[in-house]
């Protein structure tokens, strides 16, 4: 005698409380402060171009949905996630236009081309700061003072004229979200704190940087805090989809980061590296997955 | 707590043991009609003994096989044989069953018992456990007593008796330590004498504060050391136990006693005693009823045999609407669709979740978020394996380590985007043995 009001499904029969979703939103909570810090420096520019990158990422993500004829699924926050992280890595003054190209591009080119949430190879948000760094190069790199419109020339990475208060609080020239260290270590610490951000690849990226710049006789601290490391070690490089899955793959993929990000700042013609360092280890991450599978439950390690 | 047993990998699901965990056992009456399945435990199953008509007495052996890795079937009631025939059992097929009507007299067949079993000879006790039809309470039912002789070559250093019950809400082993902690404790004795190993090992989750006291109170004297467990499923699985407590790997593909340890549940050892002291098989065992979706949650100690519907009735029924009637629990338990399946000796219990908290979940394209590599606990990659048996890769689904799969759904209890991931290793699974099968023939 069949009862049919009883549900039949295989085992496990509970499941955790987390949600893909969730995790989208709780990025999106770590970068409020970053968020706030860039508006306290950078004021209306701020609200400006993150919210015009939200809002031209999510709509991007919802045509071309719709286009693939596949559910619009913008509700899973990715979008959301992708629009504020390259918002918060654009100069304050960048045209408004641009903005929208950037998230257009991240999106549609950096993410829906390979298949939408979970498929993309590159850090959609880094794709489309690249297009836009490669497109507009004065415009992307024309930097303007805290708390005023003073266009000045470089900012502390390349002119070296920064205290470290100043780099850790963040009133230095420089991308929206990448100035106030502070900030970004909150944020960074709630993501870790949910089990969102793996030790392993802040760390990874950071210490080789910081190892690298002290055998290349550079000031260390200056190093770590100046330009976008801390920004893209915590919240662009952590990216779940475009990194490595196994635990020491993420190592490699973090000693990696950092090794191209000194490459390209010490001896490369750009004065940042951080966005090719990051787009580069992601193309390697399918192989360092299959070069770092972890050793089986029982499996005897070979003996050499 | 200092000093916990701990493995890698594992989650931490709402355990939900506080709904039974102070509910003495209450000894549920036997049936009016108990079906007893001929095959209720992993390897060949019995032959049956009796036919239609048969009258038979309570403990008497109604199948048995000749097979090396099977075991003996009693009844668990006496009166008479209503029918040999396959009835639905908790794997959703049908199985060969003894349907018996209860006469309610109880009369026992001859049982021959020992005042001292650990006097007895190490074959004879093995032989006991043997003849008292015992297999694996904790939920595999693989013959005890197969399990005991180790394989040629293979020296049993450690036996260990497995009081972890990691599987969220039941209780049954718990209770089982606290009210019965004697029978346990010579259970464990006894499985150690008969396996010869050289030290015996209790291991508890340390959320059982008092079966860890009462285990210690009398295993010190007994000298069998008894260990608390961190709290994390699956720390209850063989693999998991030895690696916790030893420190130890089973080779992958083998048997743990390559290793020099040898597993045992609580429940298995309770049965040893019974079968050794008094000479009776293994005919009923202590289960937990519980969930939102019962009235009336509790341990019993329960007739192998009594359909589902009984014992759910005697809990006092449905709360509301019922979702998912579950033989086991939640992780590992499978869900029934028919309440007339009987309690068999593998089953520690029934839950019962209602309508609001049997979910179905559409899943989500994978992030990669790799938390189910961070919690697999024999260090698989599963959404690999998922990625490729969602393409029919069977050999790099292989060579990923499908086989090495546990079942224990720690990967899809962990997915953020809801992802049926150990259904599609089970699936891989079942390909590649297939395809060996193929191979090879």
């Known amino acids: 005698m069949e009862d049919s009001r009883l ?3 295989p085992s496990p029969h509970v499941r955790d409380e987390d949600t893909t979703q969730k995790i989208m939103l709780t990025v999106v909570a770590a970068l409020i402060p970053v968020w706030a810090a860039a508006t306290y420096f950078f004021g209306f520019n701020s609200i400006r171009l993150v919210f015009v990158s939200i809002i031209a990422a999510v709509g991007s993500e919802a045509v071309f949905l719709a286009l693939r004829r596949k559910p619009v699924t913008v509700w899973d926050g990715s979008a959301l996630v992708t629009g504020m992280l390259l918002g918060l890595s654009l100069p304050p003054t960048l045209p408004t236009w641009m903005a929208v190209l950037g998230s257009f591009v991240a999106i549609v080119i950096g993410k829906q081309v390979f298949g939408g949430l979970g498929a993309n190879p590159f850090n959609p948000a880094l794709v489309g700061r690249a297009v836009l760094a490669a497109s507009f190069t004065s415009q992307m790199t024309a930097w ?17 004229q920064a205290s470290y208060a100043e780099l850790f609080f963040g009133t230095v020239p420089g991308s929206l979200g990448e100035t106030s260290a502070l900030a970004i270590l909150l944020g960074g ?57 196994t635990p020491v793959g993420r ?17 490369g013609s750009l004065p940042e590296g951080l966005t090719y360092s ?17 050793r089986i439950y029982g499996q005897v390690v070979k003996q050499v | 707590m200092v000093n916990l047993k701990n493995f890698r990998g594992g989650v931490h699901p709402e355990y939900n043991k506080h709904i039974t965990s102070d509910k003495p056992i209450k000894v549920l009456p036997a049936p009016k009609e108990v079906v007893i399945p001929l095959a209720q435990h992993a390897g060949a199953p019995a032959e049956p003994l009796v036919k239609k008509g048969d009258s038979v007495l309570l403990g008497q052996e109604i199948g048995s096989s000749a097979e090396p890795i099977s075991a003996a079937v009693h009844t668990s009631v006496s009166g008479t044989v209503l029918a040999v025939e396959p009835r639905p059992s908790i794997n959703g097929r049908e199985v060969l069953s003894v349907v018996i009507e209860n006469d309610g007299q109880d009369a026992k067949a001859p049982m021959t018992g020992h005042d001292d079993p650990i006097q007895l000879p190490r074959e004879e006790i093995r032989k006991r456990i043997e003849a008292a039809g015992i297999v694996g309470l904790g939920g595999a039912a693989f013959p005890t007593a197969a399990k005991l002789s180790p394989p040629r070559g293979c020296k049993i250093e450690y036996l260990l008796i497995n009081g972890s019950e990691c599987e969220p809400y039941l209780t049954a082993d718990q ?6 902690t004697e029978d346990v404790v010579l259970g464990a004795k006894l499985l150690a004498k008969a396996c010869g190993a050289e030290k015996t090992i209790i291991a508890i989750e340390a959320n059982k504060p008092e079966a860890l006291r009462k285990m210690k109170a009398l295993a010190g004297s007994n000298a069998i050391e008894v260990v608390a467990l961190a709290v994390k499923y ?17 080779p992958a593909h083998g048997l743990p006693a390559q290793c020099g340890a040898l597993v045992h549940n609580v429940g298995t050892a309770w049965a040893a005693a019974k079968a050794c002291r008094h000479g009776q098989p293994l005919i009923e065992r202590v289960i937990t009823v519980t969930g939102d979706g019962v009235k009336a949650p509790a341990n019993y100690l329960v007739r192998i045999g009594t359909p589902f519907r009984d014992i759910i009735a005697a809990a006092g029924g449905f709360a509301g609407e019922p979702g998912k009637v579950i033989a086991g629990g939640p992780m590992m338990g499978l869900a029934q669709f028919d309440l007339n399946v009987p309690i068999v000796k593998g ?66 209890y962990i997915c953020p985007s809801k992802r049926a991931l150990l259904s599609w290793i089970r699936l891989a699974k079942t390909e590649i043995v297939e395809a060996h099968s193929r191979h090879s023939s």
């Open chain 2, 347 to 412: 089953v520690s219990g029934i839950l019962v979740l209602s309508d609001k908290v049997a979910n179905e979940f559409d899943p989500m394209p994978c992030i990669k978020c790799a938390r189910c590599v961070d919690v697999c606990p024999v260090y698989l990659m599963p959404v690999t394996i998922e990625k490729y048996a969602m393409n029919a890769m069977w050999d790099e689904a292989e060579d990923y380590g499908a086989m090495d799969c546990i079942e224990c759904g720690c990967c899809t």
């Open chain 1, 144 to 160: 303007t003072m805290p708390f005023t419109d003073a266009v000045t020339s470089a900012t502390p990475l390349v002119s070296g």
């Open chain 1, 189 to 245: 610490v709630l993501l870790f704190y949910r089990g969102i951000l793996d030790y392993r690849i802040p760390v990874g990226f950071i210490g080789t940087t910081a190892i690298l710049s002290f055998v290349f006789g550079q000031d260390v601290v200056y190093q770590l805090l100046s330009g976008s490391l801390l920004f893209g070690a915590v919240f662009m490089a952590t990216d779940m989809v475009t990194s490595p899955i």
């Open chain 2, 234 to 250: 699956p720390a209850g699985g063989e693999k998991q136990l030895i690696k916790a407590v030893l420190n130890r790997e089973v």
């Open chain 2, 175 to 180: 209770k089982l330590m606290e009210e019965y």
């Open chain 1, 7 to 9: 549900v039949l499904s």
């Open chain 1, 251 to 267: 190592w490699v993929f973090g000693v990696g980061c950092g090794l191209v990000l000194v490459v390209i700042r010490f001896w």
């Open chain 1, 278 to 294: 990051i787009l580069v280890m992601n193309a390697f991450t399918p192989l360092i997955n299959r070069w770092t599978r972890p």
